[in-house]
């Protein structure tokens, strides 16, 4: 049924003449509620807002009375009360009933005209930016909710100027100035309130074109300012990345030189030969140098991890004897791994370099002086894998604390390196937060959690096939490299070992070497070559011969190689630099 839209009248009288004037209003159209009092009548208007109220004003108790209460209350203050002397006689009809009928026009009209006002002050208080609409004298004409939550005004009522502009935000009367006279937009950027806000002033023009106020509007600009942060910080990691593994490439290339030459000759030296001892200098700083580059890439993320579902205390255990021998004589080192944790997804040679660094970091916190590293694993709060690192060392003060993940940053000359920021590195990309408390004289602690392994199985390494190794002088090596210096070096190696060598200097060369010698048994493939790669070459090179074993070496972590070359028959991977013995073993390997 359709609803019924006549105008609804609360009738309040008494019992004497209340029900005659109910008659009139319903023989009139209208719609009537009745009560016998105040109280009554404010609790049927608030039930039934009714579109006006007819109020005898000589109720006992007052009407008077009754009306103030209705009005007091802001369910039923916009209603109209009409008020009328009913014992006088006789009832005027046609009076009353034009009387309420202007009244309900003039109420329904003034509502008309709040209905805009209404929705223009909800879609300014909606506005999520503070607006402030003020005159040219600075005095706010206008609020939005925004505003004041962005920018609330002093908290005593009393403050002088308390109507102005600059009573919430005080850096903005010189911008509003420069604006009314210039007569163009000023804007700033402020801290305030443990908020950035962007602030922009827009002066208002009459129709003369004189300035008569202006529009300020406050932005809350500290969530975007931290999103382009952010963006800014994965930016500089990718530039660092992308320039890393140019440096892993060409610097590993120019190792494998170094290293691959002085271990080959270093083999041939006789044991008391007064050349040993450089020779093993140069082993050792060219690793040293193989392990900057890695840490370079673990911090910058471009490293690929070999993830396995794993135990972080057992783990730990596994090379516990390394933690033990890093930590110098003058510390006590206490290992306690709790028992039960939940399983996480890890590469176990990351893991192993995070805990390394932090004890070698906590190491150098402590000096010459006596003092404790304790490394603890236990369960987080939020059902986290959590690694502690702690220390009775020097501590951080809060600018130290907040530079330690940056590359190369120390506060001592032997601290210098990539240690804590290749943590950090590897942290991000095991999707682990670090917590670092500190202060100084106080020691340290990094507290690193990895989050729980989704359910799933655990990987496992495919089965290798076990043949039996034919004589080396049976056997051919291709070698495929760019890098000159790196094709001496290993065909010397191998040579000195027995084995038949050819040479490769790109993709294209190793497929057609391949094609016309079959009695290759082996190919050494670099990763990245100009002309044709190793990750484009080893398809023609296995369409050519699918028996053939190929081995990649890669001047990147190793990981990246067989992320890309996981679909493909490859033997075995050699990461570079590689010394003349490990590049022996791993001919020996495939075979």
């Given at each position: 049924m359709p609803s019924d839209s006549r105008p609804v009248v609360l009738n309040v009288g008494d019992e004497k003449y209340r029900p005659e004037v109910t008659r009139i209003l319903e023989s009139n159209g209208f719609r009537v509620r009745e009560a016998s009092g105040g109280d009554e009548a404010l609790c049927v208007a608030r039930d039934e807002i009714p579109d006006l109220v007819l109020l005898d004003s000589s109720l006992p108790g007052s009407g008077i009375e009754a009306c103030r209460v209705l009005k007091a209350d802001p369910a039923t203050s916009r209603i109209p009360i009409l008020q009328i002397s009913v014992p006088v006689q006789p009832l005027h009809t046609e009076a009353l009933l034009e009387t309420i009928r202007a009244m309900l026009s003039a109420h329904q009209a003034e509502e008309s005209a709040r209905k805009p006002a209404r929705e223009w002050q909800a879609t300014f208080d909606a506005i999520g930016d503070g607006v402030a609409l003020v005159d040219a004298e600075g005095r706010i004409e206008r609020l939005n909710r925004s505003f004041s939550r962005l920018a609330p005004p002093p908290a005593d009522p009393s403050t002088p100027g308390l109507d102005t502009l600059w009573a919430y935000l005080p850096a903005v009367r010189e911008p509003f100035a420069k604006a009314l006279e210039t007569g163009r937009r000023e804007a700033l950027e402020i801290e305030f309130a443990a908020k950035l806000l962007d602030i922009s002033v827009d002066p208002i023009f009459d129709e003369a074109g004189h300035v008569t106020g202006a529009v300020c509007i406050a932005s809350d600009v500290s969530e975007k300012r931290h999103l382009e942060e952010q963006f800014s910080e994965s930016q500089k990691f990718e530039t660092i990345g992308t320039l890393a593994a140019g440096v892993a490439h060409d610097f590993n290339n120019l190792l494998t030189g170094i290293l691959g030459n002085a271990s080959l000759i270093l083999g041939e030296l006789p044991p008391a030969s007064p050349f040993r001892d450089r020779l093993d200098d140069i082993v050792g700083s060219s690793q040293r140098a193989a392990d900057l580059t890695r840490q370079l890439l673990a911090y910058a993320g471009k490293a690929r991890h070999y993830m396995r579902r794993t135990d972080l205390s057992g783990m730990v255990e596994g090379f516990r004897n390394l933690i033990e021998s890093g930590v110098p004589k003058n510390v006590r080192l206490s290992v306690k791994l709790a028992s039960g944790l939940p399983r996480i997804d890890a590469d176990a040679s990351q893991v192993e370099q995070i805990v390394l660094n932090l004890v070698s970091n906590a190491a150098e916190a402590i000096g010459e002086n006596s003092g404790e590293i304790h490394v603890e694993t236990r369960m987080g709060e939020d059902g986290a894998a959590v690694l502690e690192v702690r220390d009775t060392g020097s501590g951080m003060d809060a600018e130290t604390k907040a530079r330690i993940f940056d590359p190369f940053f120390t506060t001592k000359f032997t601290g210098r390196g990539l240690g804590l920021a290749a943590v950090a590195g590897i942290a991000r990309t095991h999707k682990a937060s670090i917590q670092v408390t500190?202060?100084?004289?106080?020691?340290s602690a990094f507290c690193v959690s990895f989050p729980a392994a989704e359910p799933g199985p655990t990987p496992r390494a495919p089965a290798r096939e076990t043949k039996a190794q034919p004589a080396a002088g049976q056997i051919t090596v291709l070698v495929a490299d760019d890098e000159e210096v790196v094709r001496r070096t290993a065909e010397a190696t191998l040579q000195i070992r027995g084995y038949r060598v050819l040479l490769a200097c790109d993709g294209r060369e190793a497929i057609e070497k391949v094609q016309r010698h079959p009695e290759i048994d082996v190919v050494l493939l670099d990763f990245?070559?100009?002309?044709?790669?190793?990750?484009?070459?080893?398809?023609?090179?296995?369409?050519?011969?699918?028996?053939?074993?190929?081995?990649?070496?890669?001047?990147?972590?190793?990981?990246?190689a067989a992320a890309r070359f996981s679909e493909k028959a490859v033997a075995a991977y050699l990461q570079k630099p590689y010394t003349s013995r490990q590049l022996a073993e791993k001919i020996a390997s495939v075979l």
């Open positions: 500190s202060a100084p004289g106080r020691g990245t070559m100009p002309v044709m790669s190793g990750e484009e070459a080893i398809d023609g090179i296995l369409n050519a011969r699918p028996d053939l074993r190929v081995i990649v070496s890669t001047g990147y972590d190793h990981r990246e």
